[in-house]
T-cell receptor, first 109, second 115 residues
Framework: GQNIDQPTEMTATEGAIVQINCTYQTSGFNGLFWYQQHAGEAPTFLSYNVLDGLEEKGRFSSFLSRSKGYSYLLLKELQMKDSASYLCAVRDSNYQLIWGAGTKLIIKP | GAGVSQSPSNKVTEKGKDVELRCDPISGHTALYWYRQSLGQGLEFLIYFQGNSAPDKSGLPSDRFSAERTGGSVSTLTIQRTQQEDSAVYLC?????????????FGPGTRLTVT
């Protein structure tokens, strides 16, 4: 079967750095997405990786290793507004997105 | 331009009633997706449209659920004889050509409560 694994919850301190991991086992691979979802709101797109390596976008970076079926989202200089759930999703060989259950990130002052 | 819109934003219905949820995708987006999200849970894929056809209906939980899309634009998700376990937020998303890197844009969702 297809499976996406992420930690359920993480806690970090304002101003610090946090890394959210995602491992996947899917039928084929056509890219990996990270989305942010604030409580009670719809998910919004953060990043996309299809080749191995690091993609940097401001305070957020996303890394992919296709051989290991592994990605992480790195958030730097954490702000209180970064408190949200972070969803990892992999596009399979049929170009359908397989979603992880999300990681709830709690930022403490 | 306008984003994905969904209506109603909230719907409370009695068990056994039928409900219809509507999604207006971003203009020009050929792909449209329906998801369901229960409180504190991840996204559950329901159905995907490419144009007006639905190549993947594998996520529909039962034959009480159906969806259609007309004119390559508006989509409706219908739930017949609603049950309490249908209570969830129903999210619609749209994107450009799904075989490329285009991300999905989500609507605000419809919160369905079955009493």
């Amino acid at each position: 079967g297809q499976n996406i694994d992420q930690p359920t919850e993480m806690t970090a301190t304002e101003g610090a750095i946090v890394q959210i991991n995602c491992t996947y086992q899917t039928s084929g691979f056509n890219g990996l997405f990270w989305y942010q979802q604030h409580a009670g709101e719809a998910p919004t797109f953060l990043s996309y990786n299809v080749l191995d390596g690091l993609e940097e976008k401001g305070r957020f970076s996303s890394f992919l290793s296709r051989s290991k079926g592994y990605s992480y989202l790195l958030l730097k200089e954490l702000q209180m507004k970064d408190s949200a759930s972070y969803l990892c999703a992999v596009r399979d060989s049929n170009y359908q997105l397989i979603w992880g259950a999300g990681t709830k990130l709690i930022i403490k002052p | 331009g306008a984003g994905v819109s969904q209506s109603p934003s909230n719907k409370v219905t009695e068990k056994g009633k039928d409900v219809e949820l509507r999604c207006d995708p971003i203009s020009g987006h050929t792909a449209l997706y329906w998801y369901r999200q229960s409180l504190g849970q991840g996204l559950e894929f329901l159905i995907y449209f490419q144009g007006n056809s639905a190549p993947d209906k594998s996520g529909l939980p039962s034959d009480r659920f159906s969806a259609e899309r007309t004119g390559g634009s508006v989509s409706t998700l219908t739930i017949q004889r609603t049950q309490q376990e249908d209570s969830a937020v129903y999210l619609c998303a749209s994107s450009l050509e799904p075989t490329l890197r285009y991300e999905q844009y989500f609507g605000p969702g419809t919160r369905l409560t079955v009493t």
